[in-house]
């Protein structure tokens, strides 16, 4: 079946150590996002890849980064995890940009940061 | 700013038929988006409006009035099963896709 892979599912953390999570796709997307959301809250898209073409929303911190190596491939590097980046870390995918495609979502990465 | 409202938490029982509203706020309207979200889980699609008026997909339907700002998701024949959070999406002018922070919905037997 066509899916959205995300490892590990749980990951954890000390805090200031840095971390990868991991996306894959078999879904053939041109559009990756990665999104933070936290327990009662809406997702907050941290940025998305249209192909290799990275967009970074200007609210995101410098201490997340993306790398979209190929088509099936994103990771989310946290290069210092702080205790408020405890999160549930979302990837999904769509054919087309733009907001009007229905996006396919993983099953998530829960950080714990100790 | 751009604002999704939701009611944070709905409570039904199990077999009867609940409506969840979701009023938006944003800079041009694009269509908009439900998803379906168990606890720990990812969201999943379930139906999309850009058009006002009703679409039904099985035991949910949802409502669109673009003149208003609202929509609605209704849930028939409540099963235990559709215990979750319900997120309301809102696409906008710019083709940006602004989330609410969701409805949970408790279903009791």
């Known amino acids: 079946d066509a899916m959205v892979i995300q490892n590990p599912r749980y990951q954890v953390t000390q805090f200031g150590k840095p971390v990868t999570l991991s996306c894959s796709q078999t879904l053939n997307h041109n559009v990756m996002y990665w999104y933070q959301q936290k327990s009662s809250q809406a997702p907050k898209l941290l940025f998305h890849y249209y192909d290799k073409d990275f967009n970074n929303e200007a609210d995101t911190p410098d201490n997340f980064q ?4 190929n088509t099936s491939f994103c990771f989310l590097d946290i290069r210092s995890p702080g205790l408020g980046d405890a999160a549930m870390y979302l990837c999904a995918t769509s054919r087309a940009a733009g907001g009007q495609d229905t996006q396919y979502f993983g099953p ?3 950080l714990t940061v100790l | 700013g751009q604002n999704i ?5 709905m409570t039904a029982t199990e077999g009867a038929i609940v409506q969840i509203n979701c009023t938006y706020q944003t800079s041009g309207f694009n269509g908009l988006f439900w998803y379906q979200q168990h606890a720990g889980e990812a969201p999943t699609f379930l139906s999309y409006n850009v058009l006002d008026g009703l679409e039904e997909k099985g035991r949910f339907s949802s409502f669109l009035s673009r003149s208003k700002g609202y929509s609605y998701l209704l849930l028939k024949e409540l099963q235990m ?3 979750a959070s319900y997120l309301c999406a809102v696409t906008d002018s710019n083709y940006q896709l602004i989330w609410g922070a969701g409805t949970k919905l408790i279903i009791k037997p």
Not at chain 1, 66 to 69: A, D, E, F, G, Q
Not at chain 2, 5 to 9: A, C, F, N, S, V
């Open chain 2, 5 to 9: 409202d939701q009611p944070t938490e």
């Open chain 2, 81 to 83: 099963k559709d215990s």
């Open chain 1, 108 to 110: 998530g990465t829960r």
């Open chain 1, 66 to 69: 993306s790398r979209r190596p």
